[in-house]
């Protein structure tokens, strides 16, 4: 007998396990990385220019968290925890989001002016950027109810812009970044949980029923 | 036939427990200059290349050199890379994109 049940109402336990499984607490463990760099950044312990990798990096993470939901559902079957971070899908995604802009805001601030900035976007590492953000901007905007409702199936195909998002960031990490090492860190878990999705669904699509050892049908 | 899938998920979880390990050298190149007593102070470049025409807005030791961010006297945003011995300019690069670097390096 759980504790819910046993009581008519709401213990404080329950009530505090809640407010932290809820998604308005969700959000605001999603804002305390930015919160800390804000901080730092305020208070004068960190450059601009050093605002840029963790705020591109923590952008990174939470893209790449919100895009392993899927294929690993795909992969595993639907399991507890997974659908716990399903319904939190939409919010890695966005705070993804929100991250990268704070990423270009303080691209800005360091750069200081139109034309240095004008200057170096034909570098690979900086042009991948500005694409990987512009495709990120509609898959924020419709990231609601009323954008999935008013979509309809179209929904689903310009939520996919995620992919090609991905693989910009990926070559924007390491060109930008002279070295590989970070990125494919970062980026390794989502290749392999593709792969093996891939993997999964060659094998039920191609595979016969199943014989016993050694007799060919 | 589960085996695939678990053993990739398996790599993906090693792979995620290592993004933890600290990349701040971005090690463009390496500089094998001795022990920094003999090196010549940051300071030292830094006005060095501010008279030779430069912006500096930071510098720090990476990979055994200095590594200078600012502005070329042409105007370009940079990060380039100079001898701590010599001053020798041995790399400079935006956002990456190669745009000098010397011979040997």
């Not at chain 1, 009581?7 to 396990?17: E, H, I, N, Q, W």
């Not at chain 1, 840029?52 to 079957?77: D, K, N, Q, Y």
């Not at chain 1, 900035?117 to 419709?142: F, K, N, Q, S």
């Not at chain 1, 792969?195 to 039920?204: H, K, M, V």
């Given at each position: 007998?759980?504790?819910a ?48 990798h ?5 952008s990174?993470?939470?893209m ?22 399903l ?6 995604g ?7 802009l704070?990423?270009?805001?303080f691209?800005v601030?360091?750069?200081g ?9 034909g ?24 954008a ?16 090609p ?12 970044h ?6 494919l ?5 989502l ?27 | 036939m589960?085996?695939?899938p678990?053993?990739?998920l ?17 090690g ?9 007593s003999?090196?010549k ?6 006005s060095?290349?501010t ?11 990476d990979g055994?050199?200095?590594?200078v ?5 042409e ?9 701590p ?21």
């Amino acid at each position: 007998m759980t504790i819910a049940t046993a009581f008519p109402y709401p213990t404080p336990v329950a009530k505090l396990r809640s407010l932290l499984n809820s998604l308005p607490f969700f959000w605001l463990l999603l804002a305390i990385p930015g919160a800390l760099m804000l901080a730092g950044w305020l208070d004068g312990a960190i450059d601009t220019m050093d605002m840029l990798h963790p705020t591109g990096e923590t952008s990174a993470r939470l893209m790449i968290a919100a895009m392993l939901i899927g294929p690993l559902t795909g992969v595993l079957g639907a399991r507890r925890w997974l659908g716990w971070l399903l319904r939190r899908r939409r919010a890695l995604g966005v705070s993804a989001f929100l991250y990268a802009l704070a990423h270009l805001v303080f691209y800005v601030i360091d750069m200081g002016n139109l034309d240095d900035m004008l200057a170096e976007i034909g570098a690979p590492g900086i042009w991948t950027g500005w694409v990987a953000l512009a495709l990120m901007l509609p898959l924020a905007c419709t990231s609601n109810n009323a954008a999935m409702r008013a979509l309809g199936a179209a929904w689903k195909r310009l939520q996919r812009l995620a992919y090609p998002a991905a693989i910009l960031t990926l070559l924007h990490w390491w060109w930008v970044h002279n070295g590989l090492a970070g990125a494919l860190a970062h980026f390794a878990p989502l290749a392999l949980v593709w792969l093996a999705l891939a993997a999964r669904r060659l094998q039920s699509v191609d595979a016969p029923p199943r014989t016993p050892k050694g007799i060919r049908p | 036939m589960t085996k695939l899938p678990l053993a990739a998920l398996a790599l993906a979880v090693a792979a995620t427990a290592g993004l933890s390990a600290p990349a701040h050298a971005t090690g463009a190149i390496k500089c094998d200059a001795g022990p920094q007593s003999g090196w010549k102070s940051r300071e030292a470049l830094e006005s060095k290349l501010t008279k030779d025409g430069w912006q500096v807005r930071k510098s720090k030791v990476d990979g055994g050199c200095y590594e200078v961010y600012g502005t070329t006297p042409e105007g370009d945003r940079v990060e380039a890379y100079f001898h701590p011995v010599t001053f020798e300019k041995l790399y400079v690069a935006r956002r990456g994109q190669v745009l000098f670097r010397a011979k040997g390096y």
